[in-house]
């Protein structure tokens, strides 16, 4: 196969047994098989179409530039040797430069669309456009070397409808033959394609091109003839909307075949132009809209590829969030457990040692009298303070009142409100449960949730200095989904969130909203500081009612 895409100068890649050969019998060798396959086709040549334009037009495409000479020099032998002998001998050598010049400017068309950047795969509708375009800048270029040629049909036809006629039909030959040496060097149909063209070409286009045939078999009326050959298209718009532009070549070039051969057979040229007209324009469509179509799959196959890795992407993301999550739950889980196991440990080992001592510095009181009557109380003093600060301790490792009466009463009346009114700050809590589903929350979630609010409560007392804290927590559930809001409001000194480093506090409610799949979303300005947690999702995070 021929790589002139890659480099113009590049030869076919011969087998390896025709390197033995040098390059000019190569290129003989190629010579004599065009000139046979050119005269082969020549005999079909008729004013309706010329084929040869297309064995032609392939053969330039698809040949280095080297050949172009050999191509040319050949076609023109054979034209002054053999097809034209009688007219290079009625009307002398001057002649010759007449039959030489109809293949010279018929490459023009090919030379441009190679120095063009063509691609070789015409599968968008500029590539097909351009392709087209070299076809018609070729027929032209040829319809320039024949201006001097006495054809023998101008005694019926006027020179303009000749022409036009002689224009028509090198475009039609190129037409019916250049798409499918394309596809078949440089663009072959895939597995599908040809599974789906086993079915269509016997059942589909071979039938209407049958019926066309019998249909304008005998007819004379331009009109009808018109009409008729509109039928043909019908299978290649079918094509074109199955298989693309590759389908298009096919049926294209079939109807073009079964359109000459009704010309042939009839004989007569005065409908030429209207089947001309039709086969160029209905084949150019074809052509062009398979492309677009083929350009359109492509897309669409790249965008399902890409949309495939943005869904394997999300699915990894997914995987790595809910890893995430879980990480975090099983963190905060580890936290509390370690909270309620030094709570624990607090009430029953220093609580009690502390109890203990707190009695022996009583009976030792008692036993001293008046002499040691000072030093116990300043003891039982300091053991009173240390009492405190361990309930204190105890108290901020976990929550007094969680796990016997719940989050809402623990919200009311617990270590948060007692903080927030002794430092002179108005609590303002509301709670929305119309189902008591607060209470039938996971022991984790409700944890979280009293964290979150503690902490914001701390920032409120330490760094915003408010004179008023609102906190409003509101539930709503059904069968398939819990609705939570938590939203936190101070009066006090906001802060820049573009600009803050998180500190411990505001990483926590970070890892505690994670763990629960939730949402948080912060604002503070020099109105204060808002803070909201939404979550809504299924009942994971929630236990289920006992029955």
Known sequence: MLEFFQSPRRAFRYHPAMNRFPV????????????????????????FWYLPA??????????????????????????????????VTAHGVRWIAVLVSNPLLA???????????????????????????SFALAAVGALLGNLLFPFGEATRLSTALLFLQITLGDYVGILAMVPLVVMAMRNPPDADTLRRWRIDIPCVLLPMLALYAALVAHTTETQT???????G?????????????RGAAIAVSVATVTVAWRAAMTGNADPSVEAQGLLAVAGSTCLLLGATQDALLSSHRELD???????????????????????????????????????????????????????????LERKSGAQGGDLAAEIDATLAHMRRTVSG??????????????????????????????NGIFYDLSVVDAGGSLDRLDDNVQVALYRIVQEAATNAVRHAHASRLCVRLRIRGD????????????????????????????????????????????????????????????RKPFVAVPA
């Open 24 to 47: 000019w019998l190569r290129d003989a060798m190629f010579a004599v098989g065009y000139a046979t396959i050119f005269h082969v086709a020549f005999q079909t040549a008729h004013l």
């Open 54 to 87: 297309g064995v032609r037009f392939a053969a330039l495409l698809f040949s280095p530039y080297r050949r172009w000479p050999w191509l040319i020099a050949t076609e023109s032998l054979l034209y002054v040797a053999i097809l034209y002998t009688p007219f």
């Open 107 to 133: 490459a023009t068309g090919v030379w441009w669309l190679r120095s063009s950047g063509w691609s070789g795969h015409p599968s968008s509708s500029a590539s097909m456009a351009r392709l087209l375009a």
């Open 225 to 231: 003839f018109f009409l008729s050959a509109m039928l």
């Open 233 to 245: 298209f019908v299978p290649c718009l079918y094509f074109t909307v199955r298989s693309g532009w």
């Open 305 to 363: 590829r890409r949309n495939a890795r943005l869904l394997a992407a999300k699915e990894h993301r997914d995987r790595l969030t809910a890893d995430l999550r879980d990480a975090a739950r099983r963190n905060l889980d580890l936290s509390e457990h370690t909270r309620r196991w030094i709570t624990s440990e607090l009430h029953d080992e220093i609580g009690q040692s502390l109890t203990a001592l707190q009695t022996r510095v009583r009976l």
């Open 393 to 422: 301790l105890m108290s901020s490792l976990r929550p007094a009142g969680l796990d016997d009466f719940g989050l809402t009463h623990s919200l009311h009346q617990g270590a948060i409100r007692e903080l927030i009114e002794s």
């Open 479 to 538: 069968v398939l989904r819990n609705r939570l809001l938590l939203a936190i409001a101070d009066d006090g000194n906001g802060f820049d969130v573009t600009r803050h480093v998180d500190g411990i506090g505001l990483q926590g409610i970070r890892d505690r909203v994670l763990s629960f799949g939730g949402r948080l979303r912060l604002r503070s300005g020099i109105s204060g500081t808002c803070l909201q947690v939404r979550v809504e999702t299924g």
